[in-house]
């Protein structure tokens, strides 16, 4: 998918983050980390994965069997790179799938030489369990296991330029299924049947920017119950008077560019307007401080301010780091923009700029993907920015 | 959505596994038990839940604040049971949630009652991380913290009657989605162009039988890739010749019925059509055998002894326990049909036998989902067997 030296590149980037660490070795686990390092891509992470990065020395990475047996067919590594664990390993309440993958690691001679650093793991990656971690301690006494703190996640955080096309080309799947839901949102059309058109067109894609799965189901909070964010769609029939928001992401070959808007079916309440004129006062007064350079604080300060002009708070953060996803998220998990993130805004990192408002019985969401230049942003979709009245 | 006597008698049957294990509390994680005993259905799950289940006493849900909020929307608990963890917990590197909801515990008085029995963990959930774990372990150092072997999924595996009217209801959805992907599947269609009429079909459902998100996306190993089950569509162009192994599931309110069925685009090869009718003699031969009060070790001999007489064997799981279903998965992580499985099968239990034989280079499956009778079976969908041909 990408180049040779691109996945050497992200390596090295790996590796020098693990020297400054002390580390050893590094246990991957999360399933957008594995893709970033190995291009391996199946959905096979709700069984145990992991890949084995030994500070030097080639990676191994180890899948159920059924799994390990195709997973050439996208992962950059040799077959003898790749280890299935036997099917007896799965859902058993007394075994573990790692109680074998440290076996094999001590059987081919990757145990000592990982110890003589520390071993990170990525200790709140989903899909690595307690279970799997109590198992690693057990079977693995000579090393010492520390939190490596997202360090892959980090090394994502700045996009190389094919990154970035493939964002551009995600871009184009998110305009095509935000206009699916806008098309299709009416009073008296149930909400699932406007999420059947939104997953439709996310997977369809447009041309050749053809949709891969979202790393979460469209999100459609209506009327009431938009006063939160995560509620998923049921049968309830939209009305004359009812705000929907939509958020959803286009995926193109795992990169995610997500975008909401909110629909208004009939005139806007003044709360509703209120809402809107805030946000969009913010994120304009956020867009015009983001560049290079700028410390991401700023941005969280600038919105507050923005918002306190409208006599308005919110509580959440104002965006985080976006790129590669899995279910059951697309975050990066390593940047918020938010006051407490010390992080300072590099060019190509890409962010989801939220400006989700969940009120007391009503919300409202808008939102941007961008991507950091030298001297200012880049938006990734081009949709009108105002509440969208139909 | 059930009524409070279903939920009570679910609460029920956990204290009772939890007096037998010696449990002053159950702390549950797993997003698909969290709706099985509250109702509460979110996509919320990429930050950490938690359901403080105590040997007796209110139940409290913990979760994200902006989840918290609308949480009584689904939950069938009292606001008072809900409580939202501040957002400055999230994502955060040297702090987790589960330090400011053992500190809640604490202040609320639940600590020492719980201590006066082990406390039981989903040590190998999804989405309850070795970060979340080792908070507790240094919070609650008054606790015996030990594994609780998946307690609740135990409680799931037979279903009540309101629960297999929704798997009825989401077999109609399966039956739609499949019929979607057989009319779409055809020579030089793109496989995504069938993930999107498959996507769509999942969602729109039939008429009243509406459609839920899938706890996986559809597979359609194709052709040679059809080795490994778990590759996601690309723009690989189908062509005469492949075969399409498609594998879905339809959802009604979470509850999942899953299918596959391999399409032959022209004649199969030699090797294909031995599969068909190995796999149909096989999983007549099992259903033959299954009804409530036969041990799950006997399906799995069944299959084994029908495969060797073509001289074939399946090295993973027949099939295992499925109902509620969250990504990335579907399954309950109980029974799994294999012969080192000890259950014995009763009524109302449900499952879906997957004969899925992944060979070199080419690839079959054939599913059904089925609900255990006294005498037998019922099949929950009534697609024909056979290989389909086009």
Not at 281 to 305: H, I, K, M, Q, Y
Request: charge should be negative; hydrophobic fraction near 45%.
């Amino acid at each position: 998918m990408f180049p040779d030296a691109e996945y050497a590149a992200r390596l090295r980037a790996v590796r020098g983050r693990m020297a400054e660490q002390g580390l050893g070795a590094l246990l991957v686990t999360d399933p957008a980390n594995l893709f970033y390092l190995t291009g391996y891509d199946a959905w096979s992470f709700y069984t145990p994965q992991l890949l084995f990065v030994p500070a030097e020395g080639e990676l191994l990475l180890f899948l159920r069997e059924m799994d390990a047996n195709g997973a050439f067919r996208t992962a950059r590594l040799d077959p003898g790179q790749i280890v299935g664990y036997p099917e007896r390993y799965v859902h058993r309440p007394h075994l573990h799938p790692f109680d074998w993958v440290a076996f094999a690691l001590r059987r081919r001679g990757r145990v000592a030489p990982a110890a003589r650093g520390c071993v990170g793991l990525e200790m709140d990656s989903h899909f690595f369990s307690p279970k799997g971690y109590r198992s690693l301690v057990n079977a693995l006494p000579e090393w010492t296991l520390v939190d490596a703190f997202d360090l892959v996640n980090w090394v994502r955080a700045v996009k190389s330029p094919a990154e970035i096309q493939y964002l551009r080309t995600a871009a184009r799947v998110t305009t095509a299924a935000m206009q699916a839901a806008i098309d299709t949102i009416e009073p008296g059309v149930p909400q699932h049947l406007v999420a059947a058109q939104v997953a439709r067109a996310q997977v369809e894609g447009v041309d050749d920017a053809w949709g891969d799965f979202p790393a979460m189901v469209p999100m459609l909070p209506t009327g009431a119950s938009a006063d939160t964010p995560h509620l998923t769609w049921s049968d309830r029939v939209l009305r004359e008077g009812d705000a929907v928001v939509v958020e959803l992401a286009g995926v193109h070959r795992r990169y995610h560019v997500p975008l909401a808007r909110t629909v208004m079916l009939g005139p806007p309440t003044a709360e509703l307007g209120l809402l809107e004129e805030a946000v969009a006062s913010g994120l304009e007064a956020v867009l015009d401080v983001t560049a290079a350079g700028v410390p991401v604080r700023e941005l969280a300060s600038t919105w507050n301010w923005a918002l306190a002009e409208f006599g308005l708070e919110k509580p959440s953060r104002l965006g985080y780091s976006v790129g590669i996803g899995y279910p059951p998220d697309w975050g990066e998990r390593t940047i918020s923009i938010r006051s407490e993130d010390e992080s300072v805004l590099a060019e190509n990192m890409t962010f989801h700029l939220i400006c989700g408002m969940w009120m007391t019985g009503y919300g409202y969401e808008v939102s941007e993907s961008i991507r950091i230049t030298a001297t200012g942003t880049e938006a990734l979709t081009s949709f009108p920015r105002a509440l969208i009245r139909k």
